[in-house]
């Protein structure tokens, strides 16, 4: 590929999908899917031989490195996520001493592989990931209201009142019909929410 070529290319540039907001993230739209009975596995557990976990979702709530491939090569795991019944959007961490570029940079990665998991026909539910208040300027765009959101409360015991505050930001700005915790909640956390435990996340054998 010349220089030419590849200044150009929509994979460089990452402006191929509708953005929203001041820093132009790409906008997950709204989907739906049954949360009678949400079941999840991590992406870490997920094989292109797997038979016995279709019916879950997936989910990226563990180290970033064991998906920064999604990004940097998104095309690479399409078959393989494409056999599991929804996913939701990388959980790229976006920790307190990161300066904020990285955790703004965090938030558009996560949005840009969940829009080009939708262009793929995959159903797509968006994990909603804050740190402090500095980040609720942009942590919450280009997010669907009204519809179905994510959230992980690993190691959030360590840092409650400022998970709470950032959960509830969350609430007033997306008004989630459902929220999918996958841990468990905080008595705190108000809106609709459907628990998923830790180990009934764990792979079964194929």
């Known amino acids: 590929m010349t220089s030419n070529k590849y200044r150009n290319s929509v994979l460089f540039l990452r402006n191929g999908f509708p953005f929203e907001g001041k820093w132009g993230f790409p906008v997950i739209m709204p989907q739906t899917i049954e949360t009678r009975d949400i ?54 961490s976006q920790y307190a001493e990161m300066p904020l570029w990285r955790q703004i940079e965090s938030t558009g990665k996560s949005r840009w592989v969940g829009a080009y998991w939708q262009s793929k026909g995959l159903k797509v539910i968006p ?28 190691g959030c015991r360590r840092s409650r009142l400022n998970f709470l505050r950032g959960y509830h930001a969350m609430l007033e700005k997306l008004s989630p019909i459902t929220v999918i915790v996958f841990g468990k909640p905080f008595p705190e956390m108000d809106g609709h929410i459907v628990a998923v435990d830790y180990m009934t996340s764990r792979r079964e054998n194929s």
């Open 39 to 92: 079941q999840l596995i991590s992406y870490s557990d997920t094989s292109t031989r797997d038979t016995k976990n279709n019916q879950k979702g997936v989910h990226f709530f563990i180290d970033d490195y064991r998906f920064e491939s999604l990004y940097s090569h998104p095309d690479l795991s399409l078959s393989r996520l494409s056999k599991y019944a929804f996913l939701l959007t990388p959980d790229f």
């Open 127 to 154: 994990t909603v990931t804050w740190g402090l208040a500095q980040t609720f300027e942009f942590c919450f765009d280009a997010l669907p209201k009204e519809s179905i959101v994510a959230v992980g409360m690993i």
